[in-house]
């Protein structure tokens, strides 16, 4: 194999950008990707709308943008406060973001999470018995709307200690809206351009109302617990609480960035793996019966706790295939900052960066079967000695998810509490395709009936 020269560019496509790439970017962006990758390897140079870009699907790139020379690979987050996050995590960078990084980071610390064990268990067995009646009917379930009820309900119960889906009707309506907005179907060639020339007023026009509704939201959340703070642990009190490395404290605004960005961030990717889990259970019966196998076993019927929750090996192995074969965060974009090299091409600066979560869970040098979905992979006898860089459902580096710990726990407790209580069975006329808009996920949703669990034996 010829080592290229570090004055040589890499692989590109040799095709025009507009018909094949501009066109194929706004119906299927992922797609390109992957075939981009197939046709050309592991580093493979393409023109965007972003400019000249580098798609890195080597785990060894991976490690070297996101953790090794990160501070050389700056995020695609904008220089002013985003309309709907504001300065918070997921739209800051620079010391302003690393203030707030130690300032939110502890309320997912392990041990604070552990006591959020039962509080969730109990949220979705509250969630379940809404759902029971289900299943005396036959009559199907879009799995992806449910879900995300579940999902704002017990991040609501985190972070306020409050089921805001069932308290709050308009924060509940504004998410959902700002889901579609941010989530929905994905646009058209000609959406596209209306978006870019600014001809979508009436969307526009809705979007920003529904962030003003949040805003106000926000605030009386804040403001009623500055009134009567209640003794609660939560996610808000952490945060009320929280100091700088000065002694200050976080403002109204930043407490309502920080806010929005946990709901926005946890929300809908969180909904659309768990409904990807669902599909995959129902789809595989040797999976559902060594789950449910084992939550019999370990739990006997009994509330999960903390402790419970440790024991449940496959349950949670379950979880991390889906967040490895469906990645809700498909892609991470990186910028340049200076001239750089990577596998002996050289990077000139400004130069954009992608790294691809789902195909970098899909690399047949680092997995087994990679299209296959195999729960026992993750199992804890399975999974040493595999390139750490190649499974990144949260990012890595110094800009990881915040909550990753966090999203595995709630995953985990909720397929736990559902597959005791309930079988699911898909719809077989209705077409489940996968669709990459800002989360990897179902175009159609997901249609299931409902059933109840059948006896442990």
């Known amino acids: 194999m010829t080592t290229p020269s570090k004055s040589a560019l890499p692989p590109r496509p040799r095709r025009s950008w507009l018909p094949t790439f501009g066109i194929g970017q706004v119906r299927d962006p992922l797609l390109q990707l992957v075939q981009r990758q197939k046709e050309h390897g592991d580093i493979v140079c393409f023109p965007t709308h972003h400019g000249p870009t580098w798609l890195l699907s080597h785990p060894d790139h991976a490690q070297y943008v996101l953790a090794d020379k990160a501070s050389n690979f700056l995020s695609m987050v904008g220089d002013g406060p985003d309309p709907l996050l504001g300065r918070g995590l997921f739209a800051n960078k620079g010391d302003f973001w690393l203030r707030q990084r130690r300032m939110v980071q502890p309320s997912f610390h392990r041990p604070?999470?552990?006591r959020m064990v039962e509080g969730m268990a109990r949220d979705s067995e509250r969630f379940a018995e809404r759902w029971a009646p289900h299943a005396a009917t036959s009559a199907p379930l879009e799995l992806l709307g449910q879900m995300r009820g579940l999902v704002i309900s017990l991040l609501g119960n985190s972070i306020f200690s409050e089921d805001v889906h069932a308290n709050r009707a308009s924060l509940r309506e504004g998410m959902d809206h700002l889901a579609t907005v941010f989530h929905g179907p994905g646009e058209s060639l000609l959406d596209a351009v209306k978006r870019?020339?600014?001809?979508?007023?009436?969307?526009?026009?809705?979007?920003?109302?529904?962030?003003?509704?949040?805003?106000?939201?926000?605030?009386?959340?804040?403001?009623?617990?500055?009134?009567?703070p209640g003794g609660k642990d939560d996610i808000l009190t952490m945060l009320l609480e929280a100091r700088d490395t000065q002694g200050v404290a976080m403002t109204d605004t930043e407490l309502r960035d920080e806010l929005v960005s946990l709901l926005i961030g946890g929300y809908e990717s969180t909904a659309v793996v768990l409904t990807w889990m669902m599909y995959e259970v129902a789809r595989r019966p040797e999976v559902e019966q060594r789950a449910r196998g084992e939550l019999a076993t370990v739990l006997g019927g009994r509330p999960l706790t903390a402790e419970g929750l440790q024991s449940?090996?496959?349950t949670r192995a379950l979880v991390e295939e889906a967040l490895r074969f469906h990645p809700p965060a498909w892609n991470f974009m990186r910028r340049a900052l200076n001239t750089d090299e990577i596998g002996g091409y050289t990077l000139a600066p400004d130069t954009k960066v992608l790294i691809s979560p789902y195909i970098l869970h899909r690399h047949p040098g680092f997995w087994t079967d990679p299209e296959q979905f195999l729960p026992e992979r993750f199992l804890p006898d399975q999974r040493e000695g595999r390139h750490r860089f190649a499974y990144l459902p949260f990012g890595a580096g110094?800009?990881?998810?915040?909550?990753?710990?966090?999203?595995?726990?709630?995953?985990?407790?909720?397929?736990?509490?559902?597959?005791q209580r309930f079988q699911w069975r898909l719809v077989p006329a209705h077409p489940v395709v996968a669709m990459a808009a800002t989360t990897r996920r179902p175009r159609h949703g997901v249609l299931a009936t409902?059933?109840?669990?059948?006896?442990?034996a």
């Not at 009436?202 to 009386?220: C, H, P, S, V, W």
């Not at 110094?398 to 966090?406: D, H, K, L, W």
């Not at 409902?450 to 442990?456: E, F, G, R, T, V």
């Open 196 to 228: 870019r020339f600014g001809l979508d007023g009436a969307r526009t026009k809705r979007f920003f109302g529904a962030i003003e509704q949040l805003n106000t939201d926000m605030y009386r959340l804040i403001a009623e617990r500055r009134e009567s």
């Open 398 to 419: 110094q800009r990881q998810c915040v909550g990753n710990a966090y999203t595995v726990m709630l995953l985990t407790i909720a397929i736990a509490t559902l597959l």
């Open 312 to 314: 449940l090996h496959y």
């Open 450 to 456: 409902l059933h109840s669990a059948p006896q442990a």
């Open 112 to 114: 604070r999470l552990a």
